[in-house]
């Protein structure tokens, strides 16, 4: 019982950025599914598109939960700058500046998403091919 005390953080972080990655990944299957001319000649139902929003925030809110995790973390010292300034970090810094360039495009991805009605189609469009590179 104390092992799995001791490591608690460690697990919530792993885990919850493995389930962001996942639900990211889900997400673009179903916009993908969306966006395919068989279910535009049927008309998409409004539920269709609420589960992709809602995947997509599923994604950002355990991306906060694996942030969390890092900073609770005792292995490794994550603070502000670490967690929101590429390159910042000591700890494997090319990486670490990855994930967090992919936090800030899902970030972006998901306020266009939320503005998409009131901002340009083409604008949209292009922030939310950003996807692509934020799974991979």
Do not use: C
């Not at 390159?87 to 970030?107: E, H, K, N, R």
């Amino acid at each position: 019982m104390i092992a799995v005390t001791e490591k608690l953080a460690w697990y919530v972080s792993r885990a919850s950025g493995l389930i962001a990655w996942a639900l990211v990944a889900a997400s673009i299957v179903w916009g993908i599914t969306l966006s395919s001319r068989l279910l535009r000649r049927r008309g998409i139902p409004a539920w269709l598109l609420d589960l992709h929003r809602y995947l997509g925030l599923l994604a950002v809110i355990f991306t906060v939960v694996h942030l969390i995790g890092l900073v609770a973390d005792n292995f490794v010292y994550f603070g502000f700058k670490e967690l929101f300034i590429p390159m910042a970090s000591d700890w494997q810094p090319g990486p670490t500046a990855w994930g967090i360039v992919a936090f800030y495009l899902l970030i972006a991805i998901q306020i266009t998403s939320l503005l998409m009605r009131k901002m340009p189609r083409k604008i949209w469009h292009a922030v939310h091919l950003g996807a692509y590179p934020l799974f991979v």
